[in-house]
């Protein structure tokens, strides 16, 4: 046997060092992720790694539909993918205009090479 399936794929389990509150936006190692529920810390809780998320936007920024956005981590606002100190979130399944406050971003993992 080469494989053995395990789990559908959309989510992972991880046991994270510190408290996470419901969704925070994770990078573990490439993949990124969103903590599904508040977590504490040294139990085991679930990251989504699929689905659409409104995330905050940099102020003044406009993003397309189908653009790739990225994430700061450090100011906790979407960016387009280019953006210095982002990582790849996924795509805007929505225009974003640089008056919104919010983008409607679709999780894509695979896009941090």
């Excluded at 080469?2 to 993949?31: C, W």
């Excluded at 085991?44 to 102020?59: D, H, Q, R, S």
């Excluded at 205009?97 to 090479?113: E, P």
Aim: hydrophobic share 45%; aromatic share 6%.
């Amino acid at each position: 046997m080469d494989a053995r399936y395990v789990q559908r794929g959309d989510s992972i389990d991880h046991t994270p060092m510190g408290d996470i509150p419901a969704g925070e936006v994770l990078g573990l190692g490439k993949l990124i992720c969103v903590a599904k529920l508040d977590m504490k810390a040294d139990e085991l809780g679930a990251f989504a790694l699929t689905g659409v998320y409104e995330l905050p936007k940099a102020p003044g920024v406009a993003l397309a539909q189908g653009e790739e956005v990225g994430w700061n981590a450090a100011t906790k606002k979407a960016y387009p993918a280019d953006a210095p100190a982002t990582m790849k979130f996924g795509h805007a399944v929505a225009t974003a205009a640089a008056s919104d406050a919010t983008v409607l971003v679709r999780l894509c993992q695979g896009l941090n090479r």
